[in-house]
C-alpha cells in the first residue's frame, strides 16, 4: 500500500474532521481567553468605571459558583451595585464583528493545521 492510499483510508469522514477543527478551534479560543483573563491584575484601572469593569470580569468569570449567597459572593455584588450607582452602568461590549470574524477565521486555521498534523502523524505510525 501506498503512502498516499494509507492516508486516504486513514482519513475520516468531513464531519468528524470539521468536529475536530471546531473543537480545537473552542480551546484555542478559550485558551486566549483565559490568558486575557489572567493578565487582568496587572492592568491598572484609571477610573471608577475600569474599576467596574474588572468586577464584571472576575465576577462573570466564576460561572461555577456552588452557592452564590455564600461568602464573599453577595458582598461582591453590594460592591458591584455601589460602584454602578456611583459610575453608572457600563453599556454593553459589542465587538466589531469583522474583528470577532477574523479571529474565528484565526483559530479555525490554527486548529486545521493541527488537526492536519495529528492526522499525518497518525497515518504515518500506521504505515510503521
Known sequence: MTARETKEQATPPDSVRQYAVAREAEVLAVTEA???????PEVAAVSLAGILAKLEVIVGADRDIS???????????????DLRAI?????????DRNTTRADVAKHLKQAAA????LEEA????RVR
Not at 34 to 40: F, G, P, R, S, V
Not at 87 to 95: K, N, Q, S
Not at 114 to 117: N, Y
Open 34 to 40: 483565559l490568558k486575557l483573563q489572567d493578565a487582568l
Open 67 to 81: 452557592d452564590p449567597t455564600d461568602f464573599p459572593w453577595p458582598h461582591i455584588n453590594s460592591v458591584l451595585r
Open 87 to 95: 459610575a453608572g452602568v457600563l453599556p454593553p461590549h459589542e465587538p
Open 114 to 117: 493541527l488537526v492536519e498534523s
Open 122 to 125: 497518525e497515518a504515518a505510525e
